[in-house]
Every structure is written in C-alpha cells, then in structure tokens.
C-alpha cells in the first residue's frame, strides 16, 4: 500500500477522503508540524 503525507496547510479532510486509497500521515501525526525547511 503506498505511503501519504499530507502538509500541515491542507485540511484534515483530505486525509479521509484518501484513507481508502492508501495509507496517509499529516505532518502533524508525525510530529513534524514546527520543524523548518531543512531541519532534521
């Protein structure tokens, strides 16, 4: 099943439209939503 990441600006429910379709992570479930460009 393919992967997803959503960015932090689109909404949520783009991610249970998608659900379906493939496996999907907002930068939020991660807990990437403070990091930078570059950041690691």
Do not use: H, I, S, Y
Not at 5 to 33: A, H, I, M, S, Y
């Amino acid at each position: 099943m393919k992967k997803v990441l959503l960015d932090e600006n689109l909404p949520v429910k783009v991610k249970f439209r998608l659900q379906n379709f493939c496996e999907v992570f907002t930068v939020k479930d991660k807990g990437w939503n403070a990091l930078e460009n570059g950041d690691a």
